[in-house]
């Protein structure tokens, strides 16, 4: 009797556990080929000037261009 109380506790337990990872897993990240939140900064070594990429296809996108030659990416400022 004792036992199976026991038994039907752990289960219920087990079931919540259960049902509360299928609830609370993060979202998947978006296939490739669609746009993601990234936080990239570059600068233009000629010029000096600066961007932000706030957006892109992918985690690694190639740094942009500006007068003709391939922007130097910033360290990230951890704010
Ligand atoms: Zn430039």
Redesign the pocket.
């Known amino acids: 009797m004792a036992f199976g109380l026991f038994f039907g506790y752990v289960l219920w337990k087990s079931g919540i556990a259960m049902l509360r990872s299928m609830t609370s897993l993060p979202p998947e990240p978006p296939p490739s080929g669609e746009l993601r939140k990234v936080s990239r900064r570059y600068r ?6 600066e961007l932000k990429m706030t957006m892109a296809p992918d985690d690694e996108p190639p740094p942009p261009r ?2 003709l ?1 391939e ?1 130097v990416e910033v360290a990230p400022l951890y704010d």
């Open positions: 233009c070594d000629v010029c000096g000037v500006h007068c030659e922007m």
